[in-house]
């Protein structure tokens, strides 16, 4: 299961403004989605035109002894939420948020990039190379991933 962030739904939503919306329709039909209460909340206000996408995943409840931890002045309780989730077994958090992404160190190295859930994408031949090297471009161009980051996904 994949736990999507709001700037990773922001991203998507990006991706589908772009022509991408295949891709991202794709996302929603192949792969076990959710999010949090949390995060629900926030997308009522950032993405309000792309409520059919909620009615697509599964919308979970955080971990409270978990989530405790984390909620504070790090964390919001968005990324709480999800945070509290990454013990769950397959469970695998989208995130462009540097500071989670950080805390993946601690973690079980399963909080990552929308660009590398299209990378695990391309290893299991659900996406060509050729959309996947696109889809580096795109982000690249978005300063959403380094040149570097973009040169070690390529391998």
């Not at 991203?11 to 629900?40: R, Y």
């Not at 409270?64 to 945070?83: E, I, M, R, W």
């Not at 509290?84 to 399963?110: G, H, W, Y």
Request: net charge neutral; proline share 1%.
């Amino acid at each position: 299961m994949f736990g999507i962030d709001t700037c990773s739904w922001l991203k998507l939503d990006l991706l589908a403004n772009s022509g991408w919306d295949s891709t991202v329709t794709m996302l929603f039909n192949e792969l076990e989605l959710f999010t949090t209460h949390e995060v629900v909340e926030e997308l009522n206000r950032f993405l309000y035109h792309r409520k059919g996408w909620l009615k697509r995943i599964t919308i979970r409840t955080h971990d409270q002894k978990t989530f405790s931890h984390f909620a504070g002045d790090v964390f919001d309780p968005a990324d709480a939420s999800l945070l509290s989730l990454t013990q769950v077994k397959d469970v695998i958090i989208i995130t462009e948020d540097p500071v989670m992404l950080a805390e993946n160190v601690f973690l079980r190295e399963n909080v990552i990039q929308l660009i590398d859930l299209f990378s695990l994408l391309f290893q299991e031949n659900r996406i060509s190379q050729q959309d996947f090297n696109r889809l580096l471009s795109f982000f690249r161009k978005k300063r959403n991933i380094t040149k570097r980051n973009a040169s070690l996904l390529k391998k």
